[in-house]
């Protein structure tokens, strides 16, 4: 009797324990996040670090002279080290993005096809993912070289190796044509929680070939063979519309703000002014979208750009222009303009691309300026200037698309950084208390030099150093 007395006891014991535990369980939320939810967020984390004018995180701008500070000017003199951005970089790519759009395709896997749903929605969504996949790690390796590939994510290597950048981007584009080949555009996929294209497959099937596109064109000094085929390939599928451009929606309310707003206008600091370097040139051809990129100053009014790289007084040069700095003014992934400059490119490089160089050139403004909100009279206009027309432009074909490429990436500071680095040009000089030369890379994270010293230094020799110096693979020129 004791002894059955004593069993229901420990049963009783354990029977209360295991309601106490019961109550610490938020039964108001789930256990797992949706894929769905963990895209959303890589998206959005996406487009804030390539958008934000934060100095701590992205000041590619100013790597471009089209923004230049105030005060503090130690980033448009091309201290990088100082507020770490390498690594501030590097982490929102690996941790914010690459990990969650893992985690999302591992949910999304297990969940398995909704119901109501064909299979094919859930396969797209999978190369939507891929295809962020493919776009974060072409940024990492367009902006380090070397870094880790095969390693990366994986929770039981704590120091990973890193691949060679040539080797990386070579497996990002068959990985994009997979993704590319395995889409059904008849069918669904992300819907509302797709805050670029809101799910619709055929636009994202227009954004990855454009991204193969750029990712040939990147290639062609160094595999032309490859770069020609890949270009090739793409071509017939890219954005041809300013409706298909890649645009992540922002929202009128935090945390959901473009981080323009956040840095610009919501901090209450006074920071940038448009350079004189940008400003300059689009003064000296009329160009259209001043009034669309900058504010004037003065009286008379006039777009006046601060000195680059030297503290600037905020109230006398033109300020970012006020559509821009709205908390929902659109982050730009990809557009109709770049495509064209792509294909100008092409067309001069021989690959098949149809039509001329100068139809590409003249296609690529035009869908600027039309981005933009300018006007048919003022596109006729500026194409008709002998200082913008093709067959005038001074300069080689490379000076030619570059100046007008780098007036177009307005606000796109990372791609602006990219094309120059293509296609040297504009030339952009050093300020004179630049740290170094205008970084042709960044250099990695001290926390990598610290934490994997061994792999970082083996990286490191394999591109030619560890310096903002040191060309990448593809920068042959």
Known sequence: MKNILAILLILLLVSSCKKLEDLNVNIKDPTTVPGESLFTGAQLSLSNIMVTPNVNQNIFRMFVQQWTECTYTDEANYDIGGRTIPGNFWNVLYRDVLMNLKESAKVLQ?????PGDAPSVLTNKLAIIEILNVYTYSVLVETFGDVPYTEALDPDILLPKYDDGLTIYKKLIVRLNTAIGSMDQAQGSFGGTDNMYYGDVGKWYKFANSLKLRMGMLLADVDNALASTTVAEAVPNVIMSNADNALLTYMSSQPNTNPINENLVLSGRKDFVGANTFIDVLNDLNDPRRPLYFTTVGDPPAYIGGIYGVQNDYTLFSHVADPITEATFPMDFFDLAEVEFLLAEGAERGFSVGGSAEEHYNHAITASIEFWGGTADEIAAYLADPKVAYSTATGTWQQKIGMQKWIALYNRGFEGWTSY??????????????????????TYPIA?????????????AAIGGDDVATKLFWDKN
């Open 110 to 114: 297990e969940t398995g096809t909704l």
């Open 421 to 442: 680095r293509m296609l040297d040009f504009p030339v952009l000089l050093p300020p004179p208390d630049a740290v170094s030369v205008l970084p042709l890379r960044l």
């Open 448 to 460: 990598e030099q610290t934490l994997n010293g061994a792999n970082r230094a083996a990286a490191a």
